[in-house]
């Protein structure tokens, strides 16, 4: 795991854009994993940027979503098809049907949850997947005591990752309760993994996740046996590392 500490928000998305762009530039068809939340946002803003400037083109790319709330309208606006839309599809100009998300709507969710891992394994895997991380340790939404080899699936969310996510939507009660996410397992199965991390709310998360044992109550310390995890903070994120100037 290679963690990278930067000044602020702002550098975070620039160096983690030097990352992505590092790993997929010289690939007929690059894929990439796409995470939503507020984390990424800078980076998918700065991917834009290099992308209007030359230094990329993701009209041919592929991309799979980490995750879907099971149940939502998907023309909702909070749906995780429209935010994926709306932050990345249309700002990085890749095509819309070159982009799965998890079907959480769909008759059949095991049938459905199987066939996204398969389309994965297609293509030949993730080339770059984007991580955030939540106030509990979950990627995409791997809660607490995911299995550390768990496949594409249907999951429970917490209580307090509804309470975190309430602020998109008009009240608590309008939240999820179940959502299909990738698994730890097939994110472990992505080349290379960028985590993008910001501000002090996140950082006993961090903290727990790469100086903390690796433990099913933090998912996200998984990442520490990943082959290829670059994680990119600011300051603010790092301020509970104990060995920050030894990554600095």
Do not use: W
């Not at 996740?209 to 603010?236: K, R, T, W, Y």
């Amino acid at each position: 795991m290679e963690i990278i500490i930067v000044a602020n928000e702002e550098e975070v998305g620039r160096v983690a854009a030097d990352k992505v762009i590092e790993h997929l530039s010289g690939l007929a068809t690059p894929v990439i994993g796409l995470a939503t939340g507020s984390s990424p946002l800078g980076l998918y803003a700065e991917l834009a940027r290099r992308q209007d400037e030359g230094d990329i083109d993701f009209s041919h790319a592929l991309g799979f979503a980490l995750d879907e709330y099971v149940g939502i309208d998907p023309a909702h606006p909070e749906s995780y098809r429209n935010v994926i839309n709306r932050t990345v599809v249309e700002p990085l100009r890749m095509a819309p049907e070159r982009v799965r998300v998890p079907d959480g709507a769909a008759e059949d969710l095991e049938a459905a949850v199987e066939e996204y891992d398969a389309a994965i394994e297609a293509v030949g895997g993730v080339d770059v997947q984007v991580l955030g991380i939540g106030s509990n340790g979950h990627i995409g939404f791997n809660e607490p005591f995911s299995s550390f080899s768990s496949r594409t699936r249907v999951e429970v969310l917490t209580p307090q990752t509804r309470e975190d996510n309430a602020r998109f939507f008009d009240s608590l009660d309008q939240v999820p309760t179940h959502c299909v996410t990738q698994g730890l397992g097939t994110i472990m199965d992505s080349h290379c993994a960028v985590m993008v991390v910001t501000g002090e709310h996140k950082a006993d998360a961090v903290a727990a996740m790469v100086e903390g044992p690796v433990a099913a109550v933090m998912p996200a310390s998984i990442l520490q046996f990943h082959p290829n995890c670059i994680v990119v903070i600011d300051e603010a994120a790092a301020s509970k590392l104990q060995h920050a100037d030894l990554f600095r």
